[in-house]
Nanobody, 123 residues
């Protein structure tokens, strides 16, 4: 299973690094995705990375502020977030696919999900 950590309250312009610790049965060599669900809105794609390090981003959301990474030997994925804004307030989820392949942007492609970690950026 997957466990996110690193969320919290951060002032506008601040940074956070989210972590996603994944059980060995579901991580390697699968694709890792990050999604978020703002209050009263639908869940949206943030970023994805495959085993080889290829990445994909929701450019309209990230705008160069976020970086996705992973350390395969540690079965851990990361989402580094800089210059956070109030619009980034959301529950952030990590997810893994059941297959290897290219980074993916659709939540239906990920059968394994964490419980989420709250990120709050006050306005």
């Amino acid at each position: 299973h997957l466990v996110e950590s690193g969320g919290g309250l951060v002032q506008p312009g601040g940074s956070l690094r989210l972590s996603c610790k994944i059980s060995t049965e579901t991580f390697t060599p699968y694709v890792l995705g990050w999604f978020r669900q703002p209050p009263e809105k639908e869940r949206e794609f943030v970023a994805s990375i495959n085993y080889s390090g290829e990445t994909a981003y929701n450019l309209a959301t990230v705008k160069g502020r976020f970086t996705v990474s992973r350390v395969n030997a540690e079965n851990t994925g990361y989402l580094q977030m800089h210059n956070l804004k109030s619009d980034d307030t959301a529950v952030y989820y990590c997810a893994t696919s059941g297959l290897s392949g290219r980074p993916m942007a659709h939540d239906y492609e990920y059968p394994y999900w964490g419980r989420g970690t709250q990120v709050t950026v006050p306005s």
